[in-house]
Every structure is written in structure tokens, then in C-alpha cells.
């Protein structure tokens, strides 16, 4: 009789290791990280800040949102500064915040963010403050001048130190010269890009300039290049009772028009 032969049995296979949740891991570690960043004390901000020439009387709060108080930048006050981080800004490469400046005399809002090769853009801005804190600011701006300012602005960017958009609308009203003349020049508004010089080019920046009320009746265009120059240009008239000393001022231009406006160039460079 034949011997019967065994059948078959196949190896058992070997255990599978169990599927580590790599996702949840990655949650994990995310959630630790926002974590920290939440409770991050806003004092570690110190010496960053102090790279940036800025300086704080006190830091509280958190990185994610704190409070500069008696804030300054390169000696000139600037007061209290709050902020709170955007994480949405993180999802497209850049690092942003909603930022809110309080002073006695004025205040300021803007959403900000920095890409990390150093682009600067602001969104939602809004200021009211005295011309004399911007004249301060060693950003070359003439210095002693006075009166207030009120700006609104859709966008601002600015690359390498310098604006390449400006979208928005700004208010200069009761504008007063340095001593030692100390005249009133009026107030006027600014809207930028100027809505008539078309489409701009060589990276330019334009500005429609008008007089709301004052000494001087004014229309003209203010053009910033990519090449730090710039020139107003426009026509300029006498309203009203316009001090002897600006009369005398306004015959330098030239004789006038029939309309009694006489042209202005003034170009240089910042």
C-alpha cells in the first residue's frame, strides 16, 4: 500500500507590524508647537526688537499676542504698541500680524505680513496722527512741520526698503511751515495711484494732489520713481487772503494764466 502523502500546509505568514499613526504624530507634534507659541513669554521679543531699532519700557502678553509699552524706534517715542499673530499667513510662505499703535495724540491699525525674503505688505491701514511724529522719524522727512494727518490705505509694499504700491488715500490738513515763518499752508488730499496718469511705469509711483482749503488753491501730480526721485508738478493760485509774504512768493513762478494759476515743478531726489 502506497504511502499517503501530507498535504500541503502553507507557512504561516508573519505578523505585520502594527501601522504607527503618523498623523497623528505630526498632529501631536503641531499642537506642541502652537502650544508654545501661545505661552511664549513676549520678552524673548527683546533682542530681536533691539536688532530692529526699537526699544520697550515693558513687554507682556505672549509672542502670539502681546503689548509693547513705551515703545520707540531710534529714540523717537512712538507709545504703545499691541499685537496678534495671523497663523492663516504661515500657509502662504509669510509671517503676519494684526498690529494696533495707541497714543494720546493718535492712533494706527494695519494688518501686516513679511515674506521670508523680506517683502513688506500691509493691508486695512489706517492712522490719524500729528504730522510732528512722522517729521521726527529719522526717515527723511522735513523736519518742524506741523498739523495732522489721516490716511486710509487698501495696500502698501514695499521691496528692498522702498514702496513699489501704494493704494489708499491720505489727508493733510492744517499744515503749518517751520519757523521761522510759521505760515499756514492749508490742508489737502492725496490719492494714490492718481486715477489719471493711467498706466505706470519703470516701477513708478503716482499721487493726485488737491487743496481742500487755505492760502492756496492747488491741482497738480506728485510721481515717485523706482530711482528715489520724484517731482510735483501742477498750477497753483492765491485764494482769498493770502499773506503778502506767500504772494511774493507765488511771483517767482512766473506771470499767471487767465485763470490767475501759475504753473509749480519741484523735482529732486529722497
Known sequence: MANRRPPDRTARAAPQEPKRPWWLISVGLAAALGIALVTLPAQVLTGQLKRLGLESVALTGTVWSGHAQ????RSTPLCDLRWSLAPGELLRGRVGADLQLARPDGSASAHVSVSFGGDLRLTGTKAALPVELLSSLPIGLPRNWRGRLSAQFEEIVVSGGWPTSLRGTLDMDGLIAPPPRNISIGSY??????????????????????????????????????????????????????????????????????????????????
Open 70 to 73: 513705551g515703545l520707540s524706534w
Open 189 to 270: 488730499h492725496v490719492e494714490m495711484p492718481d486715477p489719471a496718469a493711467g498706466e505706470s511705469k519703470d516701477g513708478q509711483l503716482t499721487a493726485r494732489v488737491n487743496d481742500k482749503e487755505g492760502p492756496f488753491s492747488f491741482e497738480g501730480r506728485f510721481t515717485l520713481g523706482a530711482d528715489r526721485s520724484f517731482l510735483l508738478e501742477g498750477s497753483l493760485a492765491p485764494r482769498g487772503n493770502t499773506p503778502p509774504p506767500l504772494v511774493r512768493s507765488l511771483e517767482l513762478l512766473g506771470p499767471p494764466d487767465a485763470n490767475g494759476r501759475r504753473p509749480v515743478s519741484i523735482s529732486g531726489t529722497l
